[in-house]
């Protein structure tokens, strides 16, 4: 059988077939380089399938990027000064087969004697993810009893949502679709905190994201299903990728704005034929094309505009969309196939939340931690295992402590801790003020009260904390309601020389089953763009089938309700004949193995 495309020249499928092929040359790649826009996950990628799979010399790719370090959104630092700062993380799981078919050829920066793949596998098999308290109330106060708590009616009405088709739920929001039980079920706490979705954003990306991961379904209360990198993912995922295209002759631009690709466009083919382009001063360094030059284009990004503050300073909320929104904006106006980025950068309000890196610089403040985590946060192991989530919180307040030291150089005493908020337009609990509009230290105070700290020790306790909080306008649009052609295809029809890359470009699969805000997607979007314009004689996998696979279908129906048997309704007689007829067969076996009868 053959999996459909949206492009002939791509091949999807599975297994180890063709995943663990070297491929060869493809003819004409000597001819060819490639100008990639941005270094986000994406373009990263795209690269490095160029170099591996499309055999390109690494001299031939060029990066243009307007800030000054690689990494995109997979950013983790030290802001001098200040202290360290990241602006999220993000969740792994084991079917992520294009990132880790990559990351199995890059050498680790943790360890150079082992790949990234490899480094990563065993720091979670050793120490193996899973949250001792993933919800509080009452100031720190364990909530959730590490079950979903849905019940039959509400379980029914997500088993027919992920069956609802994608042109239905398109334009749709969640809360166009959900009850108000299921949206005010610990179900729907768990999942809008783990995944940052607000009830106004897309329907079809929930659906989506339940489909992409019903064979996690039974490790999302206690967060067993995820895996997270020893360190941060700057440091863990993107050097690796950096060191590897400068050892093979990428060359790295940074401080280079990109306003605008110009294409030809006839009925037969589409061609890039120029990068409008300037430097920091304000020159111009635009590039003329040919139909050799490859164009990577990161057309959007979820962390344009972040704006930082400091432990005395809010961070400011710019919401006029610029850098590659404007770029986006230039392309779209040249066709309609190049999508629609007002649908996703036209209401910040609506894609903004806020975080902030809270660094605990003595040993006061992680006693407190303890008490909800039942781990010591100096092991160097699991600490949360996740998001713990404040559910009484005003801001819906989530906090994460990855494995100490996150950040090489980190001071033995220090934890870093992730903090952030779904709501930032509404006024605190013990700091009676919008999220958007405290500083640093005030929203340590917040985190502190919601951990369990006295109110009368929450003032000293802030001081021996700093904090750097971000504001980020842009980080849930890709969840905003669309539609088909709002986001352009990685290649769109008849293109010859360019590719989108990124959260904001739609997979070459049909339908696309891949879900955004993960690195795979970014991944998956590189490796069908080089795939495509190169000619690479190998198959890109596919998103991993486990909706189609009735073993994990039936295993989360019963993990929904708990372990439950689903209540279904059939009259005595049907139902008697219903269990004669699978009597002695392997349906019954199933039926009985997943505890549905």
């Not at 979670?124 to 019940?151: I, W």
């Not at 929001?173 to 897309?202: C, G, K, P, Q, V």
């Not at 080089?530 to 129906?557: H, M, W």
């Amino acid at each position: 059988m053959e999996l459909k495309t949206k492009d002939p020249r791509l091949t999807l499928t599975n297994g180890s077939y063709h995943a663990l092929v070297n491929s060869r040359k493809p003819e004409g790649i000597e001819d060819k380089q490639a100008y990639l826009i941005g270094t986000g996950i994406g373009a990263l990628s795209a690269a490095c399938f160029l170099i591996r799979d499309a055999k390109m010399d690494g001299s031939k790719i060029t990066f243009l990027e307007q800030l000054d370090i690689p990494g995109g959104s997979l950013d983790g630092a030290v802001r001098e000064n200040a202290g360290y700062v990241a602006r999220g993380g993000r969740e792994m799981g084991h079917h992520f087969e294009v990132l880790w078919s990559l990351f199995s050829s890059l050498p680790s920066t943790e360890d150079p004697s082992m790949s990234v793949l490899d480094h990563f596998y065993y720091t979670n098999y050793d120490d193996p993810n899973f949250s001792n308290c993933r919800v509080t109330k009452n100031q720190g106060e364990r909530y959730d009893n590490g079950k979903f708590n849905l019940g039959q009616k509400a379980a029914k009405e997500l088993a027919s949502f992920v069956a609802m088709s994608d042109e239905s739920l398109e334009d749709k929001t969640i809360e166009d679709i959900f009850s108000d039980e299921l949206l005010n079920s610990d179900f729907w706490l768990y999942w809008r905190t783990m995944f940052a979705f607000e009830n106004w954003h897309s329907a079809l990306e929930m659906k989506l994201y339940l489909n992409r991961f019903i064979h996690h379904v039974d490790g999302l209360p206690d967060l067993s299903a995820l895996q997270f990198s020893r360190h941060d993912q700057f440091t863990s995922f993107v050097l690796p990728m950096v060191k590897y295209l400068k050892d093979n002759g990428a060359q790295f631009k940074y401080g280079v704005t990109v306003d605008n690709v110009e294409f030809d466009i006839t009925p037969t083919k589409k061609v890039a034929k120029k990068i409008v382009a300037k430097d920091k001063q304000g020159n111009d360094i635009s590039i003329d094309l040919t139909e050799n030059d490859l164009v990577f284009i990161t057309n959007g990004s979820m962390t344009e505009g972040s704006a930082y503050g400091d432990d005395n300073t809010p961070a400011p909320f710019i919401k006029e969309a610029k850098g590659c929104w404007t770029l986006w904006e230039n392309i779209a106006k040249q066709s309609d196939e190049f999508g629609r980025p007002q649908k996703f950068c036209g209401d910040p309000e609506k894609s903004s939340w806020e975080s902030c890196t809270v660094t605990c610089h003595d040993e006061r403040v992680p006693e407190y931690i303890e008490k909800i985590t039942k781990r010591s946060p100096y092991t160097g192991k699991t600490v949360t295992g996740g998001i713990v989530s404040a559910a009484d919180s005003s801001w819906l307040m989530s906090w994460t402590i990855n494995r100490q030291e996150q950040y090489y150089g980190q001071p033995e005493k220090d934890v870093v801790v992730w903090v952030y908020g779904l709501f930032s337009d509404v006024d605190g609990d013990y700091i009676k003020k919008p999220m958007r509009d405290c500083t640093g230290k005030e929203i340590t105070k917040e985190w502190l009260y919601h951990i369990g700290v006295p109110v009368d020790e929450i003032e000293e306790l802030a001081e021996s904390c700093t904090a750097i909080p971000v504001m980020m306008p842009y980080i849930t649009s890709q969840f905003m309601p669309r539609e088909d052609g709002d986001r352009p295809l990685v290649v769109p029809s008849n293109g010859v020389n360019f590719a989108f890359l990124g959260q904001f470009a739609e997979t070459l699969d049909d339908p696309g089953r891949d879900t955004v805000f993960t690195i795979e997607y970014s991944g998956r979007t590189a490796m069908e763009a080089v795939y495509v314009l190169t000619g690479v004689e190998k198959g890109v996998p596919e998103v991993y089938n486990s909706r189609y696979d009735i073993r994990y279908l039936l295993y989360a129906g019963v993990s929904l309700l708990d372990g439950e048997k689903p209540d279904i309704s059939l009259p005595p007689l049907v139902r008697r004949k219903l269990m004669k007829q699978i009597k002695d067969t392997d349906v019954e076996v199933l039926l009985k193995e997943y505890k549905i009868i």
